[in-house]
């Protein structure tokens, strides 16, 4: 009777974890940083993708979620491949970043 077996706290007892981000925040984070690094407009991209500039705006700041025709769209206007793009999003969810992410070649 002299052993105590540790047992995990329930997960109700344990403090409030920091929500993990939603993938329409994540997407819009990288297609704003392509855009400032390209140094456009958003009125210049969403034209040339064929959206308006408050759609593509709201898909930045994470309010929308964009199809896959939308993001393809945006990101061509970016010179960004579908591919890269859902990498880059993928690999910014993965490491929990929510600013720039470098990587070593």
């Known amino acids: ?3 105590l077996v540790a047992f995990p706290r329930p997960l109700s007892d344990r403090p409030p974890a920091e929500p993990e981000p939603l993938w329409r925040e994540a997407v819009g984070r ?3 940083e392509a855009r400032h690094d390209a140094e456009r407009t958003l009125a210049d991209v969403a034209e040339r ?3 308006s500039t408050q ?3 709201e ?3 994470g309010l ?4 896959s025709e939308i ?4 990101g061509g206007a970016l010179g960004l491949r579908l591919v890269d793009l859902t990498g880059r999003v993928a690999r910014r969810l ?3 970043v929510s600013g720039p992410v470098c990587l070593a070649a």
Not at 71 to 74: D, I, N, P, Q, T
């Open 64 to 67: 929308k979620e964009p199809s």
């Open 1 to 3: 009777m002299g052993d």
């Open 55 to 57: 759609y593509l705006s």
């Open 71 to 74: 993001l393809e769209a945006v």
């Open 49 to 51: 993708a064929g959206v």
């Open 30 to 32: 990288e297609l704003r």
């Open 59 to 61: 898909v930045e700041r």
């Open 94 to 96: 993965s490491t929990g």
